[in-house]
């Protein structure tokens, strides 16, 4: 009897550990969905997600908990428009010696820097070879570690468009996997795009600053075009990223229907108060022009590129400012793999030197994007039901943005990816 009541009471003892859930206390935690910082929060975690946060008195806790006393929590963070298969050190005409194979691998590493740097999920912006499917996949499957990912695939652009490889001759016949010009062809990139995986679709409005030949003003894709791609992608149940710096093409792109406009660098006040109207988001990429005039010539960037960046990053700094003035929904993208994976949240030091307050480039960066993302409940804020993707920072980042720069602990649906550690890693 006595040892049936020993081993019952082993059993309850044994079961009820490995239930018990993970407890993460701290100095505070930035809520991005009141606006809010919370001191002393007490988080629990149950098989990934949130299921309680409470207040507590910082010394109550002793025992087995995480502690980050010290710190401060936040979501992890959200990168709207990243590259991960792309290398900073390789542009131009460097990027032709990498297979996609090549860009596969190094894709794996990129995520990784991406993860740690305190960025749990990442919408990934144009890849070829579906190669962003295949990483998000494994990703998923547990057998890399990385951020989430939704990915889109090849992105869709006119025939010597920004989207477009246009680096060789007639001679070498090469063109990218997601050059379709006319709404029909546009119409079967899209449906070809969701078939191989995609999550939603990336398209070229406009001219770029880093691709040989076409004018980062010049809209590329016509109205038509970009309206089957919406009418398309929206049937479906996913949301388009329009690539658009040039006035027109920016406005065209919103008046098309698509659900967020990517660097938006020229865009005028019609454009503005049309993206306030419409409640499409602006995705501006104000961090990587500090990149490109600094380190771009040694990575390869051409010299056309270089002096369309000149004239591109101040007037788009500009226009940030006025949209967020205006109050445009605004999320975070940085377009990382342009410049170095890992480095993702300079940009917010940024945003808040151009307007923002550090609240809103933190929510742009967060719940801002997850809306977007149409994952809400998900992920993007700490709130209960949530998956417990945290990060933590020394210091405040409400008074001092950049901290966000050294993220120091990254949980991820309720694993620790990146412990804290005293000795620096
Ligand atoms: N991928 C973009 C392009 O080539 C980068 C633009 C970077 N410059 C900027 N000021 N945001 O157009």
Known sequence: ??????????????????????????????????????????????????????????????????????????????????????????????????????????????????L??????????????????????????????????????????????????????????????????????????????????????????????????????????????????????????????AHAHGTDGIYAAIEAGVDSVEHASFIDDAGIKLAKKNGTYLSMDIYVTEYILGEGAAAGILEESLAKERKTGSLQRENFTKAVKAGVKMVMGTDAGVYPHGDNLKQLSRMVQFGMTPMQALQAASVNAATLLNKENDIGSIKVGAYADIVAVKGKPLEDISVMEDVVFVMQGGIVVKPYSKVKQ
């Open 1 to 114: 009897m006595r040892v049936k009541f020993f081993l019952a009471l082993v059993f309850l003892l044994l079961s009820s550990s490995t239930l018990a859930s993970t407890v993460i206390i701290a100095d505070a935690m930035v809520d991005v969905n009141t606006g809010k910082l919370v001191e002393n929060p007490l988080i629990t975690i149950d098989e990934g997600r949130i299921t309680s946060i409470r207040s507590a008195t910082a010394n109550q806790f002793t025992g087995d908990v995480i502690d980050l006393r010290g710190m401060t929590i936040l979501p992890g963070m959200i990168d709207m428009h990243a590259h991960l298969t792309s290398s900073s050190q390789e542009h131009g005409y460097k990027r032709l010696a990498s297979s996609q194979a090549r860009a596969a691998l190094r894709g794996v590493k990129h995520a990784k820097a991406t």
């Open 116 to 241: 740690m740097a305190g960025v749990t999920t990442v919408r990934n912006l144009g890849a070829g070879g579906f190669i962003d499917v295949a990483l998000r996949d494994s990703i998923n499957a547990g057998d890399i570690v990385g951020p989430r990912l939704f990915v889109s695939g090849p992105s869709l652009g006119i025939t010597g468009g920004h989207c477009d490889n246009n680096l060789l001759p007639v001679d070498y016949q090469v063109s990218s996997d997601g050059v379709a010009d006319g709404p029909w062809e546009v119409a079967k990139k899209v449906r070809r795009n969701i078939k191989y995986g995609a999550d939603l679709i990336k398209i070229c409005a406009t001219g770029g600053v880093l691709s040989k030949g076409t004018k980062v003003g010049v809209q590329q894709y016509s109205l038509e075009e970009m309206q089957m791609v919406v009418t398309e992608a929206h049937r479906r149940g996913i949301t388009v990223a």
